[in-house]
């Protein structure tokens, strides 16, 4: 399920901030202030750090020396709300005299009250309202900053966390409640858009679970499938998240889509499951709700359904339900198991037991899961990265050979875009990045922000133990290091893939040998033209060399750039000895590249377009041989393309 509630979530945007994961971006509107003569030089701790950790002297000299004071995090949040959430009232005022926008909204359109509130900043609530801030300042779903004092404990524990902020749940709770009725004074009140303000109708009914309220609405004309404009959920989907079996009934009996989305695109059953709610799931399962159904994400019910059940306290606090996290866990096994009786399929995007057979590194499970139709380039729930990727993040080589082989795509995407390339490269598995860029792995594959693999080896040693404790990887700083510089070199230079393209063109037959002694990818394509060693040898009719790749597990069917294989190079020259050799390793005689064409159409070219190629791709054919080799190349093809 899609949380849509952005109050306090809003402010995870928050955890770039002293990550060095990017540079903060500057708004064009100006720091507010006179320009200087001679500014200061800026001091050598960045503003953020200074923010964070409330030193206010060094801010002080950023400002003077000509830092912006409303400049933003690449998420789009001020700095103004950074010194907000972290409780430095006089960083907060050293930044407003210098001329920050005390009105300045993040993405999400909270601003630095809304920060100031959610962790009973009072001090800095009391200074924001001082100078005029709004009391009912509205982020973008109408939240005001009184929704703020409403986090739930966990919740507020898990941004917290995030944030490395140490907090006590006495301390804050005392600074809310201070922070309320200075809110109140100044006539602050609940936002319209805030879960409370959906308290009455039928949704208010369905959350209070008041069966005989929710029968006297159903009573008159109410749209049932109507999702709340709040949270985006349908009145059946809040009877499932409540886990009312008798509420559910009611609403399917009066006509409610047992499938209807909310604004995620998340099904009744979606919410069940992940809720561990038996009973709902299995009555929604018996009016034939789909377990297959897919929200926006691409998760099903059964993905949901293994989601970790420390992240049901954050949802639930989102969607203000009182969630007893024991009781989800005690009942998501049955809720696994109606949903698999039910015909959810266990592939899903998740493939939750292969990737925890990769995260343990256990081959013989990997295998097994595979053999029991685990989905390779599924995403797990939690963080949304695919089994490739987890297996080049724990350097696991043997792992990541075998979910190629078993079909992983190579420059699958995780749900960040990044590919498995960029994992590698994090975290300096060398050997991993070199069996994927012999594998096609693209160098230059980009994530969502725009980040190549090669920036994945520049992110600075705070942030990778910060995302390496997150994916709970064990990992080595200075090996790590070293293993990155290594990833530099392939992900600039290449695997040896060229190298042996290079030594078949020269049919140089000892260094081919010398290349595929070492792990070198016989399959790989050259970067300048992508074509594969072996269509190499099969262009130049090279019976020995073309012997040795396909001895070195070279694939008779390997794909060119073009989608054309080896037979289609030796048709085109008429090397019938190196078809005749393809064909009897399993090449395959009616394989068709980008253009449709079967190696028997290579043969047609014209003596204009053959001496193109040839000259392009540097070439010597003997015009004479060549009819002759084409002819024989077309008598074996149509042989194999007859025989039974």
């Known amino acids: 399920m899609k949380v849509r509630h952005t109050t306090w979530v809003g402010l995870l945007m928050l955890l770039l901030v002293g990550c060095g994961g990017e540079q903060p971006v ?58 907000a959430v972290f409780g430095h009232r006089d960083v907060v005022a050293a930044l407003l005299e210098q001329g920050a926008n005390i009105n300045g909204k993040d993405n999400d359109g909270n601003g630095a009250l809304h920060a100031a509130a959610f962790l009973g900043r009072t001090e800095v609530v009391e200074l924001l309202l001082e100078k005029g801030v709004d009391a009912n300042f509205k982020n973008n779903k109408g939240e005001t900053p009184t929704d703020s004092l409403n986090a739930d404990w966990g919740t507020t524990q898990f941004i917290a966390g995030l944030l490395q902020i140490q907090i006590d749940q006495q ?60 949270l985006g959920m349908t009145p059946l989907a809040w009877a499932a998240a409540v886990g009312n079996v008798e509420i559910a009934g009611l609403l399917l009996e009066r006509g409610a889509q047992v499938d209807g989305k909310n604004g995620d695109g998340a099904t009744p059953l979606h919410v069940a499951s992940f809720l561990g709610r038996a009973g709902v799931v299995e009555l929604l399962l018996a009016k034939k709700g789909d377990p297959n159904a897919r929200n926006t994400k ?33 009942g998501r096994p049955k809720v696994i198991e109606l949903l698999e009786k039910g015909g959810a399929k266990t592939t899903g995007v998740g493939g939750s037991k292969l990737i925890a057979a990769i995260r343990k590194q256990d081959v013989a499970a990997v295998k097994q899961a595979l053999a029991d139709k685990a989905d390779p380039n599924g995403q797990d ?71 190549d693999p090669l920036f994945a080896t520049t992110v600075d040693a705070g942030a990778t133990q ?49 290349l595929l002694a070492k792990p070198t990818n016989p399959n790989a394509q050259d970067p300048d033209f992508g074509i594969t060693a072996l269509a190499w040898a099969a262009f130049h009719g090279n019976l020995e060399i073309a012997g040795l790749l396909i001895a070195g597990k070279a694939d008779v069917n390997g794909k060119n750039r073009d989608d054309s294989r080896p037979l289609h190079a ?18 395959d005689a009616a394989a068709k590249n980008s253009d449709d064409e079967t190696p028997v159409q290579s043969t047609e070219a014209d003596p ?11 070439l010597k054919l003997d015009t004479k041989a060549l009819a002759a080799g084409r002819a024989r190349c077309i008598e074996l093809l149509k042989k194999k393309s007859a025989a039974p």
């Open 26 to 83: 500057e708004e064009g509107s100006g720091s507010g202030k006179p320009d200087a003569a001679k500014p200061l030089a800026a001091p050598a701790v960045d503003v953020w750090t200074a923010v964070v950790t409330g030193n206010v002297e060094v801010v002080k000299l950023h400002l003077e020396s000509g830092t912006d004071p409303n400049i933003k995090d690449p998420n789009g949040a001020p700095i103004l709300n950074a010194a």
């Open 171 to 230: 301390s804050i709770q005392a600074g809310r409640n201070k922070s309320a009725a200075l809110l109140a004074k100044r006539g602050g009140k609940v936002g319209a858009g805030a879960v409370g303000g959906a308290a009455g109708g039928l949704i208010g009914a369905i959350r209070k679970q008041d069966a005989a309220e929710v029968k006297k609405i159903l009573a008159d004309k109410v749209d049932l499938n109507a999702p709340d404009q709040q």
């Open 298 to 330: 691409g998760e099903t019910p059964l993905v949901l359904a293994q989601v970790p059940a420390s992240l049901v306290p954050i949802v639930a606090g989102a969607l203000r339900l009182e969630v007893d996290q024991n009781t989800v866990e005690q």
């Open 381 to 451: 729930p939690e963080f949304g990265v695919t089994a490739l990727n987890w297996a080049t993040m724990v350097g696991n080589v043997e792992i990541a050979r075998i979910l190629l082989d078993g079909g992983a795509d190579v420059n699958g995407k995780s749900r960040d875009g990044g590919g498995p390339l960029s994992g590698a490269a994090f975290m300096g598995r060398a050997d991993v990045c070199e069996l994927l860029i012999s594998s096609g792995g693209d160098p230059k594959l980009k994530n969502a922000k725009g980040e």
């Open 466 to 514: 910060f995302v390496a404790g997150l994916l709970k990887l064990d990992y080595d700083l200075a090996k790590v290091q070293a293993g990155r510089a290594k990833c530099v070199q392939l992900l600039k230079n290449g695997t040896g893939a060229k190298e042996l393209c290079a030594a078949v063109r020269k049919q140089d037959v000892a260094a081919v040998k010398l």
């Open 570 to 587: 030796a048709a085109f020259t008429g090397h019938s000895a190196v078809l005749e050799l393809l064909l009897s390793k399993g090449a």
């Open 608 to 618: 204009a377009t053959t001496r193109v190629l040839a000259g392009l791709l540097q």
